[in-house]
């Protein structure tokens, strides 16, 4: 094996070696996606780390099973596999931090990010951007408190007049944090607007601990492109990587051959029912739907799978699929070169159909429902 590219304190973080240039290439925690299966897909392609989804702090200190479910891990995935947990109250914080490395955490991550309105506006995920100095106290306890490291993920402030991530990055650095990764984006902007990366350079330029860009990687282009513009050490993606694991190993969705894509489905499906049993199948369906953009006829596919009741309907569909697996190659091949753009990029990085479990509640009806329905009903109506 090559030698690590970076190390957070003293584990080793190695660079994607599909990706032009080997730079270590990261799945992003996302609620609602990066559970134990897809991490172990993403990581089989390259990914060189794994974050848990965001879990409360104050779930994991009450045991609660979907908390203890989603903190689950492959060994495999050590020693850079990162618990990240959510909270607004400092002592709850380290006492999760610490209650994480005892079930075996390689690393403990804040999430200082989230933008949605019942974390932020509680004073969790972004919340703690407005107050940097319960920051510093917060990496203090937990450097303190925990052998394993301890890293952070930020957005780059509250809203556009109150930037701060350099200095909520030299402050986590000054407290024992081993790592930041920066999303380029206030929690205002949610996900609208462009990520800034300049920000990003900025944090790279102001703390001697690893960086992590995030923030519109959406082709593999774009990873050295990152890279060339922050001088981070790597690079987080989170949208794009959604039906595209093949993102990880220096591959574009449209360069993936339909019958490649339906062997990684089935694979998907079956390590999601062997994770959750035959609740699998349900949660399955975003990623499916997700799966089949930029195959032709993805429409009508979609409401097929999405709507599949049982795993072998599923499983008959994909077989329909894989007899016209070539024909579908030639069809997707014509529609590119008839459009200039190589695929619809702008639906991978879609939120529409990528609301997490808190987006529900502030989603518009209309919309929270249809997110529901792909996400957790056996039927779409
Ligand atoms: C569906 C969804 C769920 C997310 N959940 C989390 C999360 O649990 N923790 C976190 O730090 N960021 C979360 N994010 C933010 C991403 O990690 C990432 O910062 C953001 O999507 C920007 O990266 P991208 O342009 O590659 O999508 C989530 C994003 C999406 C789309």
Redesign the pocket.
């Known amino acids: 094996m090559s030698s690590p590219a970076f190390y957070i304190r003293s584990v080793p973080v190695y660079g994607s070696p599909g990706v032009p240039g080997s730079v270590p290439t990261i799945l ?7 559970d134990l299966p897809f991490r172990k897909l993403c990581r089989e392609y390259g990914s060189a780390m794994s974050y848990t ?2 879990v409360a702090v104050e779930a994991i200190l009450h045991g609660a099973k979907k908390a203890l479910k989603m903190l689950e891990f492959d060994p495999a995935e050590q020693p850079q596999m990162s618990f ?1 947990i959510f909270g607004p109250n400092e002592h709850d914080i380290v006492e999760a931090a610490k209650r994480c490395e005892q079930m075996g955490a390689g690393i403990v991550d804040l ?1 200082m ?2 933008s949605v309105p019942n974390v932020s506006g509680r004073g969790a995920g972004a919340g703690l951007l407005r107050d940097p100095a319960k920051i510093g106290r917060i990496f203090n306890a937990m450097s303190k408190a925990l052998r394993i490291p301890v890293t952070g ?1 930020i957005r780059i402030g509250w809203d556009a007049r109150s930037l701060n991530h350099v200095q909520v990055a030299r402050i986590m650095e000054d407290n024992g944090a081993a790592l930041v990764a920066v ?1 380029g ?1 206030t929690k205002e902007q949610k ?1 609208t607007g462009h ?1 800034n990366w300049d920000a990003i350079a900025e944090v790279k330029q102001a703390v001697k601990i690893p960086v992590i860009g ?4 959406r082709r593999v282009e774009d990873i050295a492109r990152m890279r060339a513009h922050t001088g981070c050490d790597g690079v ?5 990587a959604i039906g595209n694991p093949w993102i990880f190993s220096g591959k574009n969705r449209e360069q993936v051959l339909v019958r490649d894509v339906i062997g990684l489905m089935r694979r998907h499906l079956e390590m999601n029912l062997r994770h959750y049993g035959d609740y699998g199948l349900i949660l399955f369906r975003k990623y499916a739907a997700r799966y089949i953009i930029g195959v032709p006829g993805a429409a009508e596919l979609r409401h097929a799978l999405v709507t599949a009741p049982t795993v072998e309907a599923f499983l008959d569909h994909l077989a329909g699929l894989e007899e016209r697996a070539d024909e579908l190659d030639r069809q997707a091949l014509e529609l590119r070169r008839q459009h200039a753009d190589p695929l619809a990029v702008d639906d991978l ?1 879609d ?1 529409s159909c ?3 479990r808190c ?1 529900l509640a502030s989603a518009p009806v209309g919309e929270r429902q249809l997110a529901y329905d792909v996400h957790y009903r056996t039927a779409v109506v």
Do not use: T, W
Request: glycine share 10%.
């Open positions: 992003a925690p996302m609620d609602g996606y990066s989804e965001f990240q999430n990010g989230c993920k999303h984006r996900y990520a995030n923030g519109d990687v987080m993606i989170a949208r794009a990085n939120m990528l609301e997490s987006d």
